[in-house]
């Protein structure tokens, strides 16, 4: 493909010769003979010349780095028979970019995208979408913190919502393979680094809002700005929102039209009819082993059941159901198959054998950890509570004291341990913690569960904010092999 023919919207592709390129990369560690190269970092210039000779000696045609100034765009100049290229802004222009090479590259380009953002929700969202697509005959795609492609055969990525190169491959290539829905969680970090920047959307999705990535944003206001992005600079035909969160609410004033609402609040009939896509609540009824729930909306009424019991759960099913009906799916199709739903791996796994009740849970947050223990209090009255967390090293430091304040609110005993120290040491991560006769303090994570299952074994374990996860970063950002539920496999079996 000739470069000038995904650049030309962005430089005066006149100025520059003919140059055919194998690909497009960013990834020093993945660079092919006759590649465009990206140059997105910033290095310093000793290391800047380091790298252009490289990249050289791996054979790429053409770099492409980052303008000073407007005055300087379209800028280039030749080493070792090599264009480096400079174009300014190019870290907003690359997702367009990408979308150049992938349109021209691909057969197909008309893909059904669904993005969800949100605080907390995202990835059991975007599976239980997916789940019900799936058992609707229809194929889907997803991008998601537990990876990218078939639901039954994900491959894992370095990032939720991946990098622009990435990210628009994965989009093109799923409409060449024939997938009918593409569904994508849209994190805060892409929409402020216009990771997506370009793409369309068939339906918009907003969760909630709450305390976290503060480390990246720096206050509640930026969060919240980044994550208005996806409605405010994006296509979408549809927006779906929680109508129970404050933000949901000014997503919806913003966008009246083209905006469903999902509410578990007592909204009278008179009240939800002023909404043009509507879905509510209207009851449970909670059996031994499963519930029955009744729901309205502007696309008719009726029940399902499911043996999900959790609040946040239930919400995060009604969301999936608006999706499936503003997609085009029959309402009784869809509620005769939600009994089959299962949570995705690391959500609210539960594991019952030997008399264990372990609780294994992603929740990282405050909303989220209390959520998680609230229900967990509320189904086990009798039980005692046992949880196991830590705290993420070189991240939002505020978060710890309120998630520390509500495991203690809840549990009757609170094993501190480690998770992902990375360049911040243990005892300065928990310099803040009291002395407690509920709190034992165990550095090593798999220490710490196997003491719970030892001391804790007639309690409820709930071992809090790794989920899914197989790694551990100790100190000084050593990465090693760790899964919660494997570990607990490993002593529970042995029991």
């Not at 280039?76 to 802004?89: E, S």
């Not at 696309?299 to 009604?318: A, D, R, V």
């Amino acid at each position: 493909m000739n470069i000038k023919n995904i650049l030309k919207n962005y430089i005066n592709i006149n100025n520059i010769p003919d140059i055919y390129i194998s690909g497009i990369s960013y990834d020093l560690d993945n660079i092919k003979y006759g590649n465009a190269f990206f140059l997105i970092n910033n290095y310093k210039n000793n290391k800047i010349n380091n790298l252009i000779d490289k990249l050289i000696s791996k054979g790429v045609f053409i770099i492409i780095k980052e303008a000073t100034n407007y005055i300087n765009n379209g800028i280039f100049f030749f080493k070792n028979n090599i264009l480096i290229l400079l174009i300014y802004d190019l870290k907003k222009k690359i997702s367009k970019i990408s979308i150049e090479y992938y349109k021209k590259k691909n057969k197909n380009t008309n893909y059904n995208l669904i993005g969800i953002t949100g605080t907390n929700g995202k990835t059991t969202i975007s599976f239980f979408i997916c789940q019900l697509i799936k058992l609707l005959n229809k194929k889907p795609y997803i991008i998601s913190t537990l990876g990218n492609g078939n639901i039954d055969n994900l491959y894992k990525t370095e990032y939720t919502t991946d990098l622009p190169f990435k990210f628009f491959k994965n989009l093109y290539s799923s409409i060449d393979e024939y997938y009918d829905f593409i569904i994508s969680e849209i994190t805060s970090h892409s929409l402020d680094q216009y990771r997506i920047n370009g793409a369309n959307f068939n339906i918009c999705i907003f969760t909630n809002i709450s305390h976290d990535h503060l480390d990246y944003h720096k206050n509640i206001f930026n969060y919240k700005i980044s994550k208005l992005k996806l409605f405010n600079d994006y296509y979408s035909k549809y927006n779906i929102v929680n109508y129970d969160d404050n933000l949901g609410k000014e997503i919806y004033n913003n966008f009246k039209e083209k905006t469903f609402i999902v509410t578990t609040k007592n909204i009278s009939d008179f009240e939800i009819n002023k909404f043009k896509f509507w879905l509510k609540l209207i009851y449970v009824i909670k059996k031994k082993k499963f519930n029955i729930i009744k729901i309205s909306s502007n696309f008719g009424n009726g029940y399902f059941k499911t043996n999900i019991y959790q609040n946040f759960n239930i919400k995060n099913i009604l969301i999936s159901i608006s999706c499936l009906l503003l997609l085009g799916f029959n309402i009784f199709d869809i509620l005769n198959v939600i009994n089959y739903l299962k949570l995705p791996l690391g959500r609210f796994n539960t594991i019952k054998k030997n008399n264990f009740n372990i609780i294994i849970d992603y929740a990282h947050t405050p909303e989220s950890i209390y959520k998680l223990l609230f229900e967990i209090k509320k189904k086990y009255r009798l039980k005692k509570i046992c949880s196991i967390f830590g705290f993420g090293g070189n991240r939002d430091s505020y978060k710890r004291i309120i998630i520390y304040n509500i495991i203690l609110k809840f549990s009757d005993y609170f094993i501190l341990t480690s998770d992902n120290s990375r360049n911040e040491r243990f005892k300065n991560i928990i310099n803040f913690v009291k002395k407690n006769n509920k709190i034992k303090i165990i550095y090593n994570r798999e220490s710490a569960i196997k003491y719970s299952l030892n001391k804790y074994k007639n309690s409820v374990i709930v071992i809090i904010g790794k989920g899914h996860e197989n790694y551990q970063i100790l100190y000084n950002n050593k990465k090693i092999f760790h899964s919660d539920l494997y570990i607990v496999k490993k002593y529970i079996n042995n029991d």
